[in-house]
């Protein structure tokens, strides 16, 4: 196997299609390890992974948490509240000590933009950014990807004609940027919706048809992703009425979900705020793949660990 170009994962912006589909495709190959009875193979045994989460995450710490212990790497997990951070210490004193201890892999989630790449300048592990501020969710969009090829192009090698529309809080969501090059990257057509109050500018650069209702964006969609409103990142006055109205012109209920597709799939990369930006009998019915995302994501993260944890070298 060619060895992985890149020695962090820090975003997609500078991947190519090539590197996109080299993690794809060894992510295919784990995929059946979490089948298995035992769940347990030991191709980073010896190496260390540290989880440094310095903001709220379920899906993402447990995925990288299991997909590290399925490769039999040693796991750390340290979060907000069990961090040195609320004594005041520095991310990059937190690093260079974390580094001290010799780990193969940090793998950081931090809410100011640029951390995870600051961070891979200062220390010899590899950094695998799992959300950066409202910058990028590399491995998010990746298991976005594996998903949509799954469902959409089985057997197939990219994601050309494949339509994707992503709906909701666009300019404060590192998913949908993260999402956006991915699936650009490989040759699906990408369609954004939102209130113009929730759309970055210049997101027509990066390849995406920009719409400022959801029903255009859906209709004809293969694929559409529903994501959170990023309240936490908002600033500055409201960005949109109320929450009635919200999911009522950009929510996907059962009148939006009747415009669909027959065998369009639906995706977030949770959490979902049921009732919000989606409704519960959509998120829980049977076009919704959210769930197998999650799947999805175990494998992807290994064949990250993989890739930038010293999977090629013999020990
Ligand atoms: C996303 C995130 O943290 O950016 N969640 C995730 O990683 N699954 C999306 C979100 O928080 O809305």
Known sequence: MTPFRHRHVLGIAGWTREDILQVLDLAETFREISERPIKKVPTLRGRTVVNLFLE??????????IAAKRLSADTINISDSTSSTVKGETLLDTA???QAMRPDVIVLRHSASGASAFIAQQVDAAVINAGDGLHE????????CATIRKHKRPGATDLA????????DIAHSR????????????????????????????????????????EPAIAE???VMMLRIQKERASGPGL???TREYSRYFGLGSRAAALLKEDAIIMHPGPINRGVEIDPAVADG??????DQVTQGVAVRMALLYLVGGGFQEL
């Open 56 to 65: 709220p995450s379920t899906r993402t710490r447990t995925s990288f948490e």
């Open 96 to 98: 260079r000590n974390l």
């Open 137 to 144: 969710h590399p491995t998010q969009a990746l298991l976005d």
């Open 161 to 168: 004609g494949v339509t994707v529309a992503i709906c909701g």
């Open 175 to 214: 998913v949908a940027r993260s999402d956006v090059l991915a699936l650009c990257t490989l040759g699906a057509k990408v369609r954004v919706a939102a209130p113009r109050t929730m759309l970055p500018v210049g997101i027509e650069a990066l390849g995406a048809e920009v719409h400022d209702r959801i």
């Open 221 to 223: 969609a293969d694929v």
């Open 240 to 242: 949109f009425p109320n």
């Open 286 to 291: 049977p076009r919704s793949v959210i769930l």
